[in-house]
């Protein structure tokens, strides 16, 4: 496969990088320490920034996160920094003067503010960024589409309320007259995402897309499930900046960001190898990259654990996801065989949509293995 010609994208300056318009693509990664401990996040944005990544994300939900930025902005010279936001986007007042860019998940801006107009929130966010000198990203996620919007398309159509998605958020902030965007469309499924950019980016070329497979999972599986996406998408000159989504220790956070550059190395150099499907009849493990809302520390080594909990199931056309919050993990867990998603103390334990019980951490390995044998048993 030859690299395509790069898609027509305007440029996006974001601090001192810049995405879109012919720049080089851009490695980003995204801290999961806690955010309100200001110096063991800037130490984790340092080491992500040595690693080679041109942005670096925050996760920010609440005010105490938003007051550790200003530490955060002066313990990381010049490192270009970004917020996550998600339930609560009024924060990013409070966030703004202190980064360069602002991530938004159209799905989940009902959840506060239920009267007020998802377009009247869009040009607060719009407003907010222009006065600030920051970009945005509209960041879409297969398993967090607004349900009102969802529930217009096919029950099983998943891409397609995506596309819709963010081509309506693109509107409401080019009707807002704010246009220093980039989009991301992403979900666990490597050919969603493929499917996903390859329909927006048919129809706004000029966006600048933010690549990346979320909840890829642990390496090297993670990577994999990732360099198939990209080599699919990068190979046909769409895509501006990545981030490969590892469940990975704090102190290897940065392979990241080294698998990134590894990837994108290797699609120039035309080593690439994606005419593949990942795993279609066997076992499928979905795992988040934790963030700074993970909920319990041993979010890590609990996935580590499923992994080889589940290498008994590695025949069987079982997915099985591992999320560690409340924010995210509640929806992107639906769609797997089995979903376990963390709170402080306990596990939520999934099948599909319907949810089976909340077990200790000492409890949920033994009941997750009943699970499993009785689904290996039922073939
Ligand atoms: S599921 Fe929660 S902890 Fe994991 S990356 Fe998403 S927001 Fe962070």
């Known amino acids: 496969m030859s690299t395509a010609t790069r898609n027509p994208t305007r440029a996006v300056a974001i601090g001192g990088l810049a995405i879109g318009g012919g720049n080089p693509i851009a490695v980003q990664s995204m801290c999961a320490v806690a955010t309100r401990d200001a110096k063991a996040c800037a130490a984790q944005v340092n080491q992500l920034s040595a690693a080679g990544a041109g942005l670096v994300r925050i996760a920010v939900d609440s005010k105490a996160d938003a007051a550790a930025l200003s530490e955060i902005r002066a313990r990381t010279e010049g490192a270009n920094l970004a917020v996550d936001l998600q339930e609560n986007y009024r924060i990013a007042a409070a966030c703004a003067p202190l980064v360069d860019k602002l991530r938004y998940n159209p799905g989940h801006l009902y959840h506060h503010q239920r009267g007020r107009a998802w377009r009247d929130k869009v040009k607060f966010l ?11 990203r509209i960041g879409v996620n297969g398993g967090s589409v607004d349900p009102a919007l969802r529930e217009q398309f096919p029950a099983g159509d998943k891409v397609a309320p995506m596309v819709a998605s963010a081509l309506a958020h693109c509107a409401a902030l080019d009707d807002a007259g704010f246009t220093r965007y980039c989009v991301s469309l992403k979900d666990s499924d490597p050919a969603k995402v493929v499917d996903a950019n390859r329909r927006f980016a048919g129809q ?3 966006v600048p897309l933010h690549l990346g497979v979320t909840e890829a999972g642990l390496p090297p599986h993670g990577v994999i499930k990732t360099r198939i996406a990209f080599e699919q998408l990068i190979g046909r000159g ?12 704090n102190a290897r956070k940065h ?47 609990l996935a580590e654990k499923v992994r080889a909990l589940a290498a008994r199931a590695k025949n069987h056309a079982v997915t099985i996801a591992v999320m560690g919050c409340r924010v995210n993990g509640p929806g992107e867990t639906d769609e797997a065989d089995l979903g376990l998603w963390c709170g402080p103390r306990f596990v939520n334990l999934k099948r599909g949509e319907k949810k089976i019980g909340a077990f200790g951490y000492d409890e949920i ?8 044998d009785a689904m290996i048993e039922a073939g």
Not at 127 to 135: H, L, Q, R, T, V
Not at 265 to 289: A, E, M, T
């Open 365 to 372: 390995l033994p009941r997750l293995k009943k699970e499993l």
């Open 238 to 249: 769409i895509g501006d900046t990545i981030r490969v989504s590892l469940t990975l220790p």
């Open 204 to 206: 706004r070329p000029e």
């Open 126 to 136: 719009a407003d907010i960024a222009g006065e600030n000198d920051c970009a945005l």
């Open 255 to 301: 392979e990241e960001v080294e698998a990134g550059r590894a990837i994108l190395d290797d699609i120039k150099n035309n080593r690439v190898r994606s005419v593949v499907r990942f795993n279609p009849g066997g076992l499928n493990i979905i795992s988040c990259p934790s963030c700074a809302r993970v909920e319990n520390e041993s979010f890590v080594e």
